[in-house]
């Protein structure tokens, strides 16, 4: 069997195993799930519907997107983002992961650096090893609520170094980066003639005072950012495979370049349901919100409740959190999940799935029910002895 060097060194994912694992069981509490449990919105649904009767969804669009949706991502780029684009630097792409794939891929050399702000989402390091990158993991400062550590990542640059890129807000801690630390990030990238690769998949959920900062609204940093967009989290659109990426006309121009071998173009029914879920109304993002936060409150107060065995940070977005286990039980986080599962029928994701400094930790989902979260900790209380 002939397989590359680059696909035969990547690891077998720990979510994909603890998935096939909780398989094995009946009536599992998940909180492993990192997507959206809510159906899509209706009103985007019936837009698809009439799109595909009106035979508007059999061709290939243009490769870059549909022209409405383009136009309709600038103006959403503007409100929400402090953005200035055009049409002609938006790409629509096949969820946010196919624009990060191509992103990194029109970025780096075999051989090239990548800092990655971490723990952060596994996928990012899988993308920068199969483009024959080298992966610079720089710890995020969890006493600090796992925030970015700017000394480290400036000092982790050396002439190799091709591009940072990082999730905000992050899976899997659900940190949101301060605008701060993302101004002192962004002179770091203008100094060092690097570019910034950014995921924003999360960018909706944010609580309490964080809020959420693009770093493409710096002009200055015009040439060196490409970010990442999706409606798989704001509209619990997960399936329907559909994100968009924006950069300076310069670098989209090279993007494209991967987006088309990857992919031709985004799927066209689910353009038409993204023009639906920007045209339409945005209660449902709030609602989405709302909901998150109520489950984030209410797995910080079970926590709470077996603080000997889990140290936590309260997350300030997204709808993952990352605490840490106490103690010796926490030194082999895949062994501490899979226990878990075992022994309570509660379905984790072992913290070293997101990097080495992951180790000793898992992130568990608030974007369940309620009920989902009181079943995971009733059953934990029994496991831990409480
Ligand atoms: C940080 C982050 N980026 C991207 C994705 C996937 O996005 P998409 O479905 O748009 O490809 C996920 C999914 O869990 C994620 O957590």
């Known amino acids: 069997m002939n397989i590359s060097n680059r696909v035969n060194q990547l690891k077998k994912s720990a979510i994909h195993e603890m998935t096939r694992l909780s398989k094995q069981y009946d009536d599992v509490a998940f909180l492993s ?3 959206p449990t809510t159906g899509t919105p209706k009103h985007i649904n019936d837009a698809v519907i009439s799109a595909i009767k009106n035979g508007l969804t059999g061709g290939y669009s ?7 949706l383009r136009k309709e991502i600038v103006k959403k780029l503007k409100r929400d983002n402090n953005i200035e684009a055009n049409t002609s630097q938006i790409i629509v792409t096949v969820g946010a992961i196919e624009g990060l794939a191509a992103s990194v891929m029109a970025t780096i050399d075999p051989g090239d650096e990548v800092i990655l702000p971490t723990p952060t989402y596994s996928t990012h390091i899988t993308q920068v090893r199969l483009a024959s990158g080298i992966p610079v993991l720089v710890p995020l400062i969890e006493e600090n609520n796992f925030a970015l550590d700017t000394k480290a990542i400036q000092k982790a640059i050396t002439s190799k170094t091709k591009a940072i890129m990082f999730c905000s807000p992050n899976n899997p801690t659900g940190t949101v980066f301060s605008e701060e630390y993302l101004r002192k990030l962004a002179e770091i ?3 060092n003639n690097l570019t910034i690769i ?12 964080n809020k959420h900062f693009s770093i493409a609204s710096i002009p200055e940093l015009r040439k060196n950012v490409i970010t990442n967009y999706t409606f798989t989290k704001t509209y619990a659109m997960t399936g329907w495979r559909i994100g968009y990426l924006h950069a300076d006309e310069e670098i989209l121009t090279q993007v494209k370049k991967v ?7 985004a799927p066209v029914a689910s353009q038409y349901a993204a023009i639906a879920a920007l045209k339409g109304s945005q209660e ?3 609602e989405f919100r709302m909901h998150y936060l109520k489950t984030r409150n209410l797995m910080c107060e079970r926590l709470d409740n077996l603080d000997s065995v889990f140290q936590y940070s309260k997350p300030g977005g997204s709808y993952l959190m990352f605490p840490k286990i106490l103690g ?3 030194n082999d986080s895949f062994v501490f999940s899979k226990n878990l599962l075992k022994e309570a029928r509660v379905s984790t994701t072992p913290g070293i799935e997101f990097g080495p400094t992951g180790e000793n930790h898992i992130r568990l989902s ?3 029910p309620e009920e989902m979260i009181n079943k995971a900790f009733d059953r934990m209380e029994k496991y831990f002895g409480f």
């Open 366 to 368: 608030f974007c369940v």
């Open 259 to 265: 987006h088309i071998p990857f992919s031709i173009c």
């Open 33 to 35: 799930w990192a997507k």
């Open 198 to 209: 950014t995921d924003e998949a999360y960018e909706y959920f944010t609580f309490d005072d």
């Open 284 to 286: 449902c993002v709030e």
């Open 62 to 68: 243009q490769s870059e997107g549909l022209p409405e």
């Open 189 to 191: 990238a203008l100094e």
């Open 328 to 330: 010796e039980r926490g």
